[in-house]
């Protein structure tokens, strides 16, 4: 389990999407740390991506490490890797026999490991469970040594990346977008503290490091809506912007920080500028 936390997010599949989404992706921050990522992990010359070794599902399916099996491979969005160092969680007997000699890369994300879920087609699945893949690639580059292509739904007969798996690098790609603009939202509008007792009801309050989010400005709790929805979470607002800000400089906006955002309402009962809030409602 704590080697699933340790999973770095590298876009190491994105190398195969080309040249023209990679300048979509310079776009995104956190992007250029990925890419370099992704050259350190499957840089390959010209020469070596048309010599890649190319795997039918049935080829595939004799290295599942049997007895008298050539060794033990499994596929992931169609990248096949050589896991025979891991004999003991994919050899006979190990708890994740069940990839060995498939592509089961939909059973990566849903921890579905049953026939019915140990399949490649991811389709259904959100941006952020496809991009969780891209850890799942970037794990087995690192681990283990890629030997070739499944041909089949990624990739054509002659190893080209088919339709299905461009479809999955835009997932990605929009997974990546919508973790940016998650973690610039939390930087904006971090999770305020609570606390709850039978005897004094709720409190919310704010704090330097509320939500997880280290900063050098406490704020003041409001409800945040999500537009067109009523569901609503405590965050911690700015009630003034810092003094070194350009926009602060030029005067150009006021000095209610993010207090006048449409989609924030007060607490009921709460001084306006309060660092904390007795819950009344
Ligand atoms: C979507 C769900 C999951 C998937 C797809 C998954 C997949 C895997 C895979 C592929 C490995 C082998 C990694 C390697 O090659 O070194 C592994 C190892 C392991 N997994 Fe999971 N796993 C899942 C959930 C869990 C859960 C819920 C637990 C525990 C509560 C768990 C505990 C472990 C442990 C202890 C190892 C061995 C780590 C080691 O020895 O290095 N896994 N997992």
């Not at 089949?152 to 997974?175: D, H, I």
Request: glycine content about 12%; hydrophobic content about 35%; some cysteine.
């Amino acid at each position: 389990m704590i080697r699933h936390l340790l999973l770095v997010l590298c876009l190491a599949v994105a190398v195969l999407i080309g040249p023209e989404i990679g300048n979509v992706l310079d776009l995104i921050p956190g992007w250029d740390m990925v890419k370099s990522c992704i050259i350190t992990d499957t840089g390959q010359s010209d020469a070596a991506r048309d010599t890649v070794r190319l795997l039918d599902l049935q080829e595939l399916s004799r290295y599942n490490g049997q007895q008298g099996s050539p060794g033990v491979y499994l596929s992931i969005l169609g990248q096949v890797f050589d896991v025979g160092k891991g004999h003991k969680h994919y050899g006979p007997g190990g708890s994740y026999h069940f990839f060995a000699g498939r592509d089961a890369s939909r059973a990566f994300v849903t921890g579905d490991f049953t026939e019915a879920g140990l399949v490649d087609d991811v389709s259904g699945l959100s941006p952020g469970q496809i991009l969780s893949l891209s850890e799942w690639l970037s794990f087995y580059n690192k681990d283990y040594v890629l030997v070739g292509r499944l041909v089949g739904r990624y990739y054509s007969e002659t190893g080209e990346p088919t339709e299905a798996l461009k479809q999955v690098e835009s997932a990605m790609v929009e997974g990546l977008e919508l973790r940016a603009q998650a973690e610039a939202d939390k930087q904006r509008f971090p999770p305020c503290n609570s606390e709850w007792s039978a005897g004094k009801g709720g409190r919310v309050w704010c704090s330097t490091q509320s939500g997880g989010v280290q900063r050098d400005w406490v704020g003041v709790p409001r409800k945040l809506f999500k537009p067109g929805s009523s569901s609503q979470r405590c965050v911690c607002v700015q009630s003034s912007r810092p003094t070194s800000s350009q926009a602060q400089a030029s005067q150009q906006l006021s000095d209610r920080g993010d207090l006048d955002n449409p989609n924030l309402q007060e607490y009921q009962g709460c001084p306006s500028l309060a660092e904390s809030c007795l819950l009344t409602d």
